[in-house]
């Protein structure tokens, strides 16, 4: 197994060479064989997890005399988030074969080997943080997705979106610093950089070192106060702005918040109150910045801070005992990455036919493509929290482990009730843009929409299925 899990980062990292050194009709393929390679080594290894009675075990990579620099942890949080973000980049790596061409109304375009390289690169640093069972190996692969992100917001080289690239390359590393100081007073306490140290720590700097970490999960998931890098980033090609900002980077911050109070051995819960508040302001900044939006990705990049936001509620949630907000927490992350690529897919195919993905010109999706609009409607069920859909089943779990807690906790039950009302907000908003754009006569942008290509219909087809099936999954595997 802990040779699948290296396969999983290191495939992607030689895919990214080998592009660059390829000629550039070979681009497209080689990126696909190579995500494709790391998802099918995530799936076997998933597979022997499961067989093995799912048995955590850890892995010592590299070491400098008795101080481990790299390990690897094999869970069924591990598992469970690598095979989405990894799945997905392959999936990613698809879309785009059909995206970038002549063809693309919104951005005529060709394949460039950096795009492919970068995506490819990305994935694999996804899959080394993901299984990273030290702060130091976190710290690496987080500032690799950084430098990808960079690379990759910026690909059009427009003003515009050279500058996006550098905005959010110089929030995140701010708040990578979090990560700097957490790994700097674990290692001076207990003399490793292991996450399991930090359950060793005295209970102050137990303290301290999670919410250092918590910075940088902030961060990297533009949750308030650095939010304001991703609704700019919203600049990078969309199958990008799909990876980015619903399967991969924004969830980084997530997960490894989530890795530190599993390490934690119970935390303090000034830890959870922080947490929580902060999520829920993030939750109602996101959703009335959201309101006005007519662009499709920007209204989504705002919906993302809110759904994130969830997620750390959740997180918060789980410091004061509940187990079950933790595995919503998680089982959303995993959910929202499979509806969010969906949705970002869809705008990105809309604007690949029509030109266009202003919502106020895009009307009648339906009866131009099936296909589309039954996507634009699984998509926005999903993020709203609609049975049967995914989101719903992890929301469920965040709000019940929340109200589990909150009898003790008078404000927790404050917060839970704010946050509840805007979800039924959300799915008011979103209901208003579904019945505006997928039904009745189709407006001139969509009228005169070009055919899908084969390659974005496949991604777009199996994202749908599991914007239902992956709720079972989740469920299923974290218990």
Not at 145 to 160: A, D, M, N, T
Request: proline share 4%; with cysteine.
């Amino acid at each position: 197994m802990i040779n699948l899990a290296l396969a999983s980062i290191l495939l992607p990292a030689i895919g990214a060479a080998l592009i660059l050194l390829s000629p550039r009709p070979w681009a497209k393929r080689l990126g696909q064989v190579f995500a494709g390679l790391a998802t099918l080594a995530l799936l076997v290894l998933a597979w022997h997890f499961a067989q093995s009675g799912w048995v955590a075990i850890e892995y010592s990579v590299i070491r400098f005399g008795d101080i481990e620099i790299l390990g690897l942890v094999i869970d069924s949080v591990s598992v469970l988030v690598a095979v989405a973000v990894v799945g997905i980049g392959f999936l990613i790596s698809v879309y785009s074969g059909g995206y970038l061409d002549a063809g693309n109304r919104e951005h005529p375009d060709g394949v460039k080997r950096r795009y492919f390289a970068f995506l490819s690169l990305f994935v694999g640093a996804m899959a080394g943080l993901v299984f990273s069972s030290t702060l130091i190996g976190q710290l690496v692969f987080f500032e690799i997705s950084g430098l990808c992100s960079w690379g990759l917001i910026g690909y059009y080289e427009k003003p515009k979106s050279l500058f996006s690239a550098a905005k959010a390359l110089i929030i995140t590393h701010i708040a990578s610093l979090g990560l700097y100081a957490a790994a700097s007073v674990l290692f001076l306490e207990t003399g490793t950089f292991s996450l399991a140290a930090i359950g060793q720590l005295p209970e102050g700097y137990k303290t301290a070192v999670l919410l250092a970490v918590l910075v940088a999960a902030w961060g990297k998931s533009a949750q308030l106060p650095f939010h304001m890098w991703l609704p700019d980033a919203m600049e990078a090609p969309t199958p990008i702005s799909a990876y980015l900002h619903a399967a991969s980077m924004v969830k980084v911050g997530v997960y490894i918040f989530a890795r530190a109070l599993m390490a934690s051995n119970g935390a303090d819960e000034i830890v959870g109150y922080i947490c929580v508040v902060m999520a829920t302001l993030t939750i109602i900044y996101g959703f009335f910045m959201y309101l006005p939006q007519v662009d499709m990705k920007r209204l989504l990049a705002y919906s993302t801070i809110t759904q994130l936001g969830y997620m750390y509620l959740g997180l918060g949630l789980s410091v004061f005992g509940s187990q079950l907000a933790f595995n919503g927490a998680i089982a959303h992350l995993f959910n929202h990455a499979f509806a969010k690529t969906l949705f970002f897919l869809v705008a990105g195919a809309l604007s690949y036919t029509t030109g266009t993905r202003i919502l106020p010109q895009i009307r009648g999706i339906l009866s131009k493509s099936p296909l589309l609009g039954i996507a634009f409607v699984v998509a926005a069920l999903a993020i709203a929290g609609v049975p049967p859909f995914n989101g719903f089943f992890s929301k469920f779990a965040i709000f019940a482990g929340g109200f589990q807690v909150a009898d003790q906790h008078p404000l927790l039950m404050v917060l839970l009730v704010i946050v509840l009302i805007e979800s039924v907000g959300s799915f008011a908003w979103l209901m208003k843009w579904v019945g505006w754009s997928v039904p009745g006569r189709s407006s001139e942008a969509v009228a005169g929409a070009s055919a899908v290509p084969s390659p974005m219909r496949f991604v777009l087809i199996v994202l749908i299925v599991m914007a239902v099936c992956s709720s079972v999954i989740a469920a299923g595997w974290l218990g």
